[in-house]
């Protein structure tokens, strides 16, 4: 069979018939995506909450946050239509800041930012990249519930109302993205981002992944409460970005409502588990600390000993914002896990992902990393074998399993959620 995947740096590959499990991918329909009356109805009709128009009543100072260029959430389509109900509630535009949601993002750029929001919301509107690492963009809320520090960017604390946007999808440390989420990785700083992802090492991201009820989803729950979060505006999304739903309101309840039309685009059942895996990592390939969490959606139906074959284009790298991420690689996950506890390592949030990730690709299976923007000698050091090609990676797969390996495809693995029909021995 002749596969495409969604990005252009990977030429088609044929693989054999007998061989193929079978291909997953989030669930497509002839059902045309929402229009934007579609959207306007549904924000407008809140779920849980007053409507957003009733909320920003009166209110001097209002805070939209967003996601950012990591996620495809067409912003340029959903937060004209909030700034729309803010208007219509009487918010002049200097009272409406736009803050980008980065979590421990780079910056996004000018042209990125009007690409992203338009032109007409980019020219004229206030919008502010967070920064999770200066203190003086940083407060911190005072709170009992939580063992660790909860702190936000102080735009977040200081507006009369605050409304989050973004898209949900399957993720591997909080269940699922959004509601919440938005508030922390999002626009929080560097001791409540790392302690919400710590907490995940006590389980296995493959029984995270899918799940709405985790003790990382509550604690961002919690955050969020506690930061003053009022209002969501949440989209499910398929092919680049169109909307097929969209929910509004409190954000819990509306984020539960999300989540169930999240499962029905990206929960795909998988027949059976596969010798070889292949993960495509768009649309989180812009590098290699975004791109890895396809391996999270292949280890679900991937055989121990199995081989994960992750093509990635990672065009800024292995990860601009942490370079030490390529010096610690995903050799030893056990050994850095210790060193963070014992107190001898004190980034919790890079050695978060290495040992999550080291926990599958150096104990249960082995990984081959196909990417036009990391070379050889830094993909074998981080821990990944390497190929220049998709046709070498199966070759190379091939040969550490067998010439009968079964192979599965996972398109846009790094937001999909594969369900197993049966578990292979």
Known sequence: MRIELSETEFPPFDLPDERLVGIAAPS????????????????????????????????????????????????????????????AAGVRD??????????????MTPA???????????????IVNHRWDNPDELREVEQHELPFPVVVNRRVLESDLVIAVGSIVPH??????????????????????????????????????????????????????????DFIVNTVIRDEGQVVELVAGDPEKAHRVGVDHCRKVYGVEVPEAADIVIAEAYPCGIDLRQAIKAICAADIVCKDGG?????????????????????????????????????????????????????????????????????RETTERLGFLYAESIESALQLATTLTSTQAEITVLRQASILWPILRQVSS
């Open 94 to 107: 200097e009272a409406i800041t736009i803050l980008i949601g980065l979590g421990t993002h780079r910056d």
């Open 112 to 126: 990125e930012i009007e690409a992203k929001y338009g032109t007409a919301v980019a020219s004229r509107y206030r």
């Open 307 to 375: 081989v994960i074959i992750l093509p990635a284009a990672c065009p800024e790298g292995v990860s601009p914002q942490f370079p030490e991420f390529e010096i610690l690689g995903f050799k030893d996950p056990e050994g850095l896990y210790r060193r963070v506890e014992d107190g001898a390592y004190d980034n919790k949030l890079l050695a978060y992902t290495l040992v999550a990730i080291r926990r599958i690709i150096s104990q249960r299976v082995r990984a081959i990393l196909v990417s036009p923007g990391i070379n």
């Open 172 to 229: 591997a440390t909080c269940g699922f993205s959004s509601g919440g989420k938005s508030i922390v990785p999002g626009v929080a700083g560097g001791a409540t981002i790392e302690n919400t992802h710590w907490m995940a090492l006590d389980y296995p991201m493959r029984d995270i992944i899918g799940v709405f009820d985790t003790p990382m989803r509550r604690a961002v729950c919690t955050v969020a409460r506690q930061a003053g979060l």
């Open 28 to 87: 497509t329909s002839d059902v045309p995506g929402l229009s934007d009356d579609d959207l306007r109805s549904r924000i407008r009709s809140p779920i849980g909450s007053l409507s957003l128009r009733e909320l920003a009543a009166g209110a001097s100072s209002v805070l939209v946050v967003t996601d950012d260029l990591t996620r495809k959430t067409p912003l340029h389509r959903v937060v004209p239509l909030v700034l729309e109900e803010l208007h």
